[in-house]
């Protein structure tokens, strides 16, 4: 294993995280905030309490968990894209690393961002709304593994994306979607029972649901299916990297 | 002197049947420049990305430093450093970054005065903290170099270094690759300009359609070069060479119009003005005077050629 690779590439990531500051930090802090004033303050006051917490404390995982999974996607879909469209990505290729090297490099970076920013929002929450997190370190293992999973996914989409349209287009049209329709504002369980089912389909809502218990203790489905399905996500698609790496595709051709 | 990197029988073809590479066979000598010819689409760019890893070949070895590619690509790699031919750089990035990032890349640790001395070998130092979308063409390119050099690799490949670069910058280009030499790297580069491999090269290699057609050290082709043929145009045709002009370098054109004499131009004498007078001795009348000289070029376009007819036979 070779650390040094590893660092550098790390080092590099975050170095044009910081370059660009205003975008990294002050946008999805912004939007958050809009998110609290609308949902939490206008609209929230006028909701009752869900699952016995106020609908602006309720909100609160899952407006973290909506950032965090596209911060994470987008962060690793641009960190290995870009270096393909500049035409840089020879040097990783010609560089004595592997490709485990490469994914723990530009992953890492990718999820640390995100975890930075998660982290912001959930400082920037306490302004807004008085709430408690009952279980800290599951929150924690909750957001870290969140971040890592979906920055493997947007490494791969920034490894398969041969323009920037298709870049965007997945988040857009598959991530956005089902992370709005996986609980982020609402509780699973108010839905009607058809649409209960189909929204076990749907991996984010065992992550908001596993992420609001570490917060309020209540849960859409028990935890060890949240902690199961968020593996499950994170093995599926670290095989398609080793896939990915193995064959060459869209890398060596 | 020890091949420091061994090619044998390297293969590599497409889906869909294009043959880039068709059994390259060459050992390059540790500390050489080896200027590798061929016009565009001949394999040349091939051959250094597979070397590289950039590319994976079908078939055949290389071995770098005796590391094999595949199975010790992390021994073989270390070694070497690539430039390639397009100008690929983060635009935004600082000069200093972007090299002390190829270094840890290649698991080298940091090491500021290894960057300062590649970054003032390469005359960048005072550039150091510019950002590389501010530097001007011929920077960019040694910004490359630096790169590439950054973590002291014995081996440099260099496709096509003075592409559309213009004739100053070209020579600036040679001077520092004269000066790596001398540091003892070995050279690998690519280039369609003759005069580039006459200027610096040590070995000469030329390759078309995905083989390699010749390997020659550069004086030997000089030698060739320095041959010249004289051609004596004769008023009247004659059925063989008179008794008394009879000489291994002599010979008679077919049609017996001309004789055709072969002289080295460096040589102290090149007996033309005795075989002038021979000639006018022998009662032979001249019509005109001709004289011929294989260039490198003529060389390479001869080569080339006739692999072009070769294969459509």
């Known amino acids: 294993m070779n650390w040094t690779a590893i660092r550098s590439i790390f080092v590099f990531e975050m170095f044009r995280f910081f370059r660009t500051i205003a975008q990294s930090f002050l946008a999805p802090v912004i939007s958050t905030s809009l998110y609290f004033v609308v949902f939490g303050a206008a609209i929230g006051s006028r909701i009752a309490e869900m699952e016995g917490v106020s609908y602006g404390a309720f909100i609160v995982p899952g407006l973290i968990m909506l950032t965090v999974i596209t911060q994470s996607i987008s962060n690793a879909s641009f960190g290995i894209y870009f270096p393909k469209f500049i035409g840089t990505f020879f040097e990783l290729l010609t560089a004595p690393i592997s490709f485990i090297e490469i994914v723990i490099g530009y992953v890492g970076a990718a999820a640390t961002k995100a975890l930075i920013i998660g982290v912001i929002i959930l400082i920037t929450a306490k302004f807004f709304v008085d709430f408690s997190i009952q279980h800290p370190l599951a929150m924690i293992l909750f957001l870290v593994l969140t971040t890592i999973s979906f920055a493997l996914f947007g490494f791969i989409l920034g490894i398969w994306a041969g323009n920037f349209e298709q870049l965007q287009i997945v988040p857009l049209l598959i991530v956005t979607p089902l992370v709005f329709l996986g609980g982020s504002f609402y509780s699973i369980s108010m839905l009607p029972n058809f649409w209960q089912t189909i929204s076990m389909f749907n991996p984010v809502v065992y992550l908001i649901s596993g992420f609001r218990w570490a917060f309020f203790g209540t849960a859409d489905v028990p935890i060890i299916t949240s902690l199961f399905a968020i593996g499950l996500f994170t093995a599926v698609c670290l095989g398609v990297i080793w896939w990915i790496f193995k064959t060459g595709w869209r890398i060596r051709e | ?313």
Not at chain 2, 84 to 93: A, D, G
Not at chain 2, 136 to 142: A, I, L, P
Not at chain 2, 212 to 234: A, S
Not at chain 2, 281 to 296: F, I, K, Y
């Open chain 2, 1 to 313: 002197m020890a091949d420091i990197v061994e090619i044998k029988n390297l293969r590599k073809s497409y889906k869909d049947g294009f043959e880039a590479l068709k059994g390259v066979n060459l050992g390059i000598r540790e500390g050489e420049i080896l200027a590798l010819l061929g016009p565009n689409g001949a394999g040349k760019t091939t051959l250094i990305s597979t070397i590289c890893g950039i590319t994976t070949a079908t078939g055949g070895s290389v071995t770098v430093g005796g590391y094999d590619i595949v199975d010790d690509f992390r021994a073989a790699r270390s070694m070497i450093g690539l430039v390639p031919q397009e100008i690929n750089l983060e635009p935004f990035e600082r000069v200093i970054n972007t090299v002390r990032f190829s270094r840890g890349l290649f698991g080298k640790g940091r090491d500021d005065a290894a960057v300062e001395k590649v970054l003032k070998q390469l005359s960048l130092w005072d550039k150091k903290d510019n950002q590389i979308r501010e530097l001007s063409g011929g920077m960019k390119r040694r910004v490359l170099i630096a790169k590439a050099l950054a973590h002291d690799p014995r081996v440099l490949f260099l496709d096509e270094p003075t592409a559309g670069v213009d004739v100053e910058l070209r020579k600036d280009m040679w001077e520092v690759v004269a000066g790596l030499k001398a540091d003892g790297v070995t050279i690998i580069l690519t280039t369609h300009y003759i005069e580039e491999a006459e200027a610096i090269a040590d070995r000469v290699g030329v390759i078309a359609k995905g083989e390699l057609m010749l390997v020659e050290d550069k004086e030997t082709l000089m030698q060739r070069m320095g041959q010249k043929e004289l051609e004596v145009q004769l008023t009247k045709s004659i059925d063989a060479l008179p008794e008394s002009l009879q000489s291994d370098a002599l010979r008679l054109s077919e049609d017996g119009k001309a004789l055709i004499y072969s002289y080295d131009t460096r040589a102290e004498r090149t007996g033309i003005t005795k075989l002038l007078a021979q000639v006018a001795d022998a009662g032979l009348v001249l019509r005109d005077v001709v004289t011929r000289q294989s260039s490198l070029e003529e060389i390479f376009v001869g080569l080339v050629h006739d692999k072009d007819k070769e294969d459509a036979a």
